[in-house]
């Protein structure tokens, strides 16, 4: 097991460096430069050029690369160009609010979407199966915008549970929670679905009915236990979906956060900021799938037994 | 700034920043904020409705204006460009894109600085028969298809616009605008910053902009020749005009004179038609009823009212 979470962890590095280039140059790659966004009336092309060399644009692309990765490895992203402060200190004050957005949000998937898709499987072609799928299917195309508007007009406006925007507190972090959540629990909860079938198909599963056990025993035990290989899978990539979908639903209830951050320095180029918050939701997503091996190495010794 | 003098008769101001509109919208209605900088257009009226909030309305920075590119076929001619800015109906613009609130615009600054104030002959006002005069008299006829033709070649232009949402409504409006005149007009719509780079690149027509700005230089900076592309993007070179702003930017000995030469300037830029003027909007901030303020806003120094004259109840 420990060789393999090494083999695992070792990988992990070279993957950043490629990502790191691919990020880098993408971003260089759309027109606009952010030195015009510094510009005020008054200014001459003197201070373009000055602002220009400050900043370090002026260099070829590989040079301002290595620049920044070796500033990168040594804990420090730069300075943002439009806010003028340091990125890793804006990236360590958004971070926390898109982790607690997100994590929230994937337990909301997971607990939603299991127990959908498990009551679904047991009450197979029936009323409720049919209802649970809808509200499954519900939640993967209702697009995230549009419901966190409709539960903010709900909960915020007509009852008056919830704060329409802000964060710090649980309150204010329970309606984005359940927006992105939502559709992370619809996938959940057909992906449940159709492997709680195919388990329950299977022979050792009809050796345990003639052993005598109950029904509540060989689902949740037995069935549930073989049929979440593939949750486990899903819910590490969903990480990085969830953290993608937290850029809308920050900027819908306006809550700081990664992805609120990153949209703000997109529309102005800032270069600097743009990078380490392609770089921080990138590696979240690649670690979200390192997790997820992990643990379906964990859950299944055949995975672990592999790399003995 | 303020009638108090004194102490603030609040203990404590909190800024909220809210990108999207709605939200906004919603955090006033649900008593989130108790005051609404810049509230949405779109949900104006519905403010206006609610009887625990009222709503200001001052003038603000913010001109909005149409840039011709005076290196562009058809545009480098006055005559054509000059039709073109006659073709904008200020009016219907400032009804259909900010529901009244605002002024139109006959100039190429706001209303309250001095050098705005120039001749009369020199303002650029809604006049489409005059329009359709001056194309004719240049040669140019409708074909069938009601498009503006001489010497087999169609009078089209782009129109480009940021993606933001009142620009781009203004320009849907000035499509049909120039439609009437005869001029067929494609809109394309920028992301704020990759506009900026491709104003570098010459290759537009017409844009739709705006600015935020509240003294005359400006115009400095939007018409300097030695900036084409950006800030310049009408790519306008005239030595006349950078004699008359390195005048007036340079030369005032005091603030008369500084307006004088600004105005000179002024006018002989609104006589080349570089831009159609649109609209000058205003700032409606929405208040609730509970914040009370004592002094009548200020319009001359002032953009919203002054948090010192403020009590909260």
């Given at each position: 097991?420990?060789?393999?979470?090494?083999?695992?962890?070792?990988?992990?590095?070279?993957?950043?460096?490629?990502?790191?280039?691919?990020?880098?140059?993408?971003?260089?790659?759309?027109?606009?430069?952010?030195?015009?966004?510094?510009?005020?009336?008054?200014?001459?092309?003197?201070?373009?050029?000055?602002?220009?060399?400050?900043?370090?644009?002026?260099?070829?692309?590989?040079?301002?690369?290595?620049?920044?990765?070796?500033?990168?490895?040594?804990?420090?992203?730069?300075?943002?160009?439009?806010?003028?402060?340091?990125?890793?200190?804006?990236?360590?004050?958004?971070?926390?609010?898109?982790?607690?957005?997100?994590?929230?949000?994937?337990?909301?998937?997971?607990?939603?979407?299991?127990?959908?898709?498990?009551?679904s499987s047991a009450f197979k072609n029936t009323f409720i199966d049919h209802?649970?799928m809808?509200?499954?299917?519900?939640?993967?195309?209702?697009?995230?915008?549009?419901?966190?508007?409709?539960?903010?007009?709900?909960?915020?406006?007509?009852?008056?549970?919830?704060?329409?925007?802000?964060?710090?507190?649980?309150?204010?972090?329970?309606?984005?929670?359940?927006?992105?959540?939502?559709?992370?629990?619809?996938?959940?909860?057909?992906?449940?679905?159709?492997?709680?079938l195919?388990?329950?198909?299977?022979?050792?599963?009809?050796?345990?009915?003639?052993?005598?056990?109950?029904?509540?025993?060989?689902?949740?035990?037995?069935?549930?236990?073989?049929?979440?290989?593939?949750?486990?899978?899903?819910?590490?990539?969903?990480?990085?979906?969830?953290?993608?979908?937290?850029?809308?639903?920050?900027?819908?209830?306006?809550?700081?956060?990664?992805?609120?951050?990153?949209?703000?320095?997109?529309?102005?180029?800032?270069?600097?900021?743009?990078?380490?918050?392609?770089?921080?939701?990138?590696?979240?997503?690649?670690?979200?799938?390192?997790?997820?091996?992990?643990?379906?190495?964990?859950?299944?010794?055949?995975?672990?037994?592999?790399?003995? | 700034?303020?009638?108090?003098?004194?102490?603030?008769?609040?203990?404590?101001?909190?800024?909220?920043?809210?990108?999207?509109?709605?939200?906004?919208?919603?955090?006033?209605?649900?008593?989130?904020?108790?005051?609404?900088?810049?509230?949405?257009?779109?949900?104006?009226?519905?403010?206006?409705?609610?009887?625990?909030?009222?709503?200001?309305?001052?003038?603000?920075?913010?001109?909005?204006?149409?840039?011709?590119?005076?290196?562009?076929?058809?545009?480098?001619?006055?005559?054509?460009?000059?039709?073109?800015?006659?073709?904008?109906?200020?009016?219907?613009?400032?009804?259909?894109?900010?529901?009244?609130?605002?002024?139109?615009?006959?100039?190429?600054?706001?209303?309250?600085?001095?050098?705005?104030?120039?001749?009369?002959?020199?303002?650029?006002?809604?006049?489409?028969?005059?329009?359709?005069?001056?194309?004719?008299?240049?040669?140019?006829?409708?074909?069938?298809?009601?498009?503006?033709?001489?010497?087999?070649?169609?009078?089209?232009?782009?129109?480009?616009?940021?993606?933001?949402?009142?620009?781009?409504?203004?320009?849907?409006?000035?499509?049909?605008?120039?439609?009437?005149?005869?001029?067929?007009?494609?809109?394309?719509?920028?992301?704020?910053?990759?506009?900026?780079?491709?104003?570098?690149?010459?290759?537009?027509?017409?844009?739709?902009?705006?600015?935020?700005?509240?003294?005359?230089?400006?115009?400095?900076?939007?018409?300097?020749?030695?900036?084409?592309?950006?800030?310049?993007?009408?790519?306008?070179?005239?030595?006349?005009?950078?004699?008359?702003?390195?005048?007036?930017?340079?030369?005032?000995?005091?603030?008369?004179?500084?307006?004088?030469?600004?105005?000179?300037?002024?006018?002989?830029?609104?006589?080349?038609?570089?831009?159609?003027?649109?609209?000058?909007?205003?700032?409606?901030?929405?208040?609730?009823?509970?914040?009370?303020?004592?002094?009548?806003?200020?319009?001359?120094?002032?953009?919203?009212?002054?948090?010192?004259?403020?009590?909260?109840?």
């Open positions: 097991m420990w060789t393999y979470i090494l083999r695992r962890t070792l990988l992990l590095i070279p993957i950043f460096f490629i990502i790191s280039v691919v990020v880098f140059s993408l971003i260089h790659m759309v027109p606009g430069d952010p030195i015009d966004s510094l510009l005020r009336p008054g200014s001459t092309a003197a201070d373009k050029v000055e602002l220009t060399k400050a900043y370090g644009l002026d260099k070829s692309l590989p040079v301002q690369y290595l620049v920044w990765l070796k500033k990168f490895l040594t804990g420090d992203m730069g300075q943002s160009i439009i806010e003028k402060q340091p990125v890793v200190d804006m990236v360590l004050y958004n971070m926390p609010f898109t982790i607690n957005l997100g994590l929230a949000a994937l337990v909301i998937s997971f607990v939603l979407g299991i127990f959908l898709g498990i009551i209802i649970c809808i509200f499954a299917l519900l939640g993967v195309t209702v697009p995230a915008f549009w419901l966190g508007l409709i539960l903010m007009l709900i909960f915020s406006v007509m009852l008056g549970w919830f704060p329409v925007s802000g964060s710090g507190t649980l309150q204010s972090l329970i309606l984005p929670a359940v927006t992105v959540g939502l559709g992370g629990a619809g996938l959940i909860a057909r992906i449940t679905r159709v492997s709680m195919e388990m329950s198909n299977k022979q050792f599963i009809l050796l345990l009915y003639a052993k005598g056990l109950s029904k509540q025993i060989i689902t949740l035990k037995h069935i549930f236990r073989n049929a979440l290989m593939p949750v486990i899978t899903i819910l590490g990539l969903r990480l990085g979906w969830i953290l993608g979908g937290a850029v809308t639903i920050e900027i819908v209830f306006s809550r700081p956060g990664i992805g609120n951050m990153l949209l703000s320095a997109l529309y102005r180029r800032d270069y600097p900021v743009v990078q380490a918050s392609l770089i921080f939701l990138t590696m979240a997503v690649i670690i979200g799938a390192f997790i997820a091996d992990i643990m379906y190495a964990y859950a299944d010794p055949r995975v672990r037994d592999a790399y003995k | 700034m303020a009638d108090n003098q004194g102490p603030a008769k609040v203990d404590k101001v909190i800024f909220k920043e809210i990108l999207e509109d709605s939200t906004r919208f919603l955090e006033f209605k649900t008593g989130g904020v108790d005051i609404l900088e810049n509230a949405p257009t779109v949900f104006l009226d519905k403010i206006k409705e609610d009887s625990n909030a009222r709503v200001i309305s001052m003038a603000s920075n913010t001109n909005f204006h149409m840039v011709m590119n005076t290196k562009r076929e058809f545009l480098n001619n006055v005559n054509i460009r000059k039709a073109i800015a006659l073709s904008v109906d200020q009016n219907a613009i400032l009804k259909a894109v900010f529901q009244g609130n605002g002024s139109p615009a006959y100039t190429y600054l706001i209303d309250r600085l001095p050098a705005r104030n120039v001749d009369r002959k020199y303002e650029i006002r809604f006049d489409p028969e005059q329009a359709k005069a001056i194309m004719a008299g240049e040669g140019w006829k409708k074909g069938s298809d009601g498009i503006l033709t001489k010497d087999g070649k169609k009078l089209a232009l782009a129109l480009w616009s940021k993606s933001d949402s009142d620009e781009r409504k203004v320009a849907v409006v000035i499509q049909a605008q120039l439609a009437k005149l005869g001029i067929e007009v494609k809109i394309e719509q920028f992301d704020p910053s990759s506009i900026k780079a491709e104003y570098k690149k010459g290759r537009h027509d017409l844009v739709i902009r705006s600015y935020g700005w509240d003294n005359a230089d400006i115009l400095e900076w939007f018409f300097n020749s030695t900036r084409p592309g950006y800030p310049t993007v009408s790519m306008w070179h005239d030595n006349e005009s950078d004699y008359l702003m390195h005048r007036a930017m340079t030369r005032a000995k005091n603030s008369e004179e500084r307006i004088q030469y600004f105005k000179d300037y002024h006018e002989y830029l609104l006589s080349q038609y570089l831009w159609a003027p649109i609209i000058n909007s205003v700032n409606n901030h929405a208040i609730r009823n509970n914040v009370k303020i004592s002094s009548a806003p200020r319009f001359k120094y002032l953009i919203g009212p002054s948090v010192m004259d403020m009590t909260v109840e």
